[in-house]
């Protein structure tokens, strides 16, 4: 017999005993991350790139995200891949990786809207069966990981957080004054260990110094790793830490 999925519709919840037509729900997330951030939104600079992936760059430790997202053109406005998690659990400090129910790569746009890979909608998750809260990772290759501080909100179909509006946002106020009143995730995780420290350093911002292309010890994003990835960026966060539960 079929498999019965506990499916979400705008009218309420229903019990989809035949698999079929059951509508998944919109996730509308915003975050900032602090490396292209130039005040009011952040830099696009990285599309420019020839190397820019079309494919999800996220197929790799430490993330190892199987995801077969891609694009033939990368669409406007777009700053970075971002992998976004959810989590169910009913806290923030019990949200581990073992309560991961859901993944998904998509674009982290210049506003700090994430947008599945159209560029113009919000990710939609299929299929969300959750016990208790959402909480919501943000995932990006060179800046340290958050996770929502509270459950993310529902009107409808779609599922809503806005990490940008305080420090306390993100659980554990895991995140820096970008600018007045403005929050972001901290620049400079260039191995992703969820640390900054001088690995970070050492193994990606020395040995690319200097290029250009799409590489981690490119802090800021504008395509050079050069000394303001270093010193504008990496060492003001030394010692930062994600505070995503393990």
């Known amino acids: 017999g079929k498999v019965a999925l506990f499916c979400y519709m705008n009218q309420g919840s229903y019990w989809d005993n035949f698999n079929v037509s059951c509508t998944g729900r919109e996730v509308d997330l915003k975050v900032f991350l602090e490396g292209p951030f130039n005040g009011t939104g952040m830099n696009t600079f990285l599309t420019s790139l020839p190397d820019f992936p079309l494919l999800q760059p996220y197929n790799k430790m430490p993330w190892n995200y199987t995801g077969t997202e891609s694009v ?7 700053v970075d891949w971002v992998l976004v998690e959810l989590r169910d659990a009913v806290s923030a400090a019990t ?17 700090g ?17 959750f016990q208790h809260s959402l909480f919501a990772v943000i995932n990006h290759r060179n800046h340290l990981a958050v996770i929502s501080a509270t459950g993310l909100t529902e009107s409808g179909a779609v599922i809503s957080y806005d990490f940008t509006t305080a420090a306390n946002q993100a659980y554990n106020n895991a995140q820096q004054e970008i600018g007045t009143g403005i929050w972001g995730m901290f620049a400079g995780d260039m191995n992703a260990s969820g640390l900054i420290d001088s690995s970070d350093k050492s193994n990606f911002w020395n040995v690319a110094a200097g290029r250009k292309g799409y590489l981690n010890g490119d802090a ?11 010193n504008v960026y ?5 010692g930062q830490i994600s505070q995503v539960p393990d």
């Open 113 to 129: 809207s994430i947008r599945s890979i159209n560029g113009t909608s919000s990710p939609q998750f299929d299929y969300l069966n």
């Open 95 to 111: 949200a581990t990786t073992a309560t991961i129910i859901a993944r998904q790569a998509g674009f982290l746009m210049s506003d």
């Open 234 to 238: 990496w060492l003001p966060n030394v």
């Open 220 to 230: 800021d994003l504008n395509t050079q790793v050069e000394n303001n990835d270093k």
């Open 72 to 78: 033939s053109v990368i669409p406007a406005g777009v």
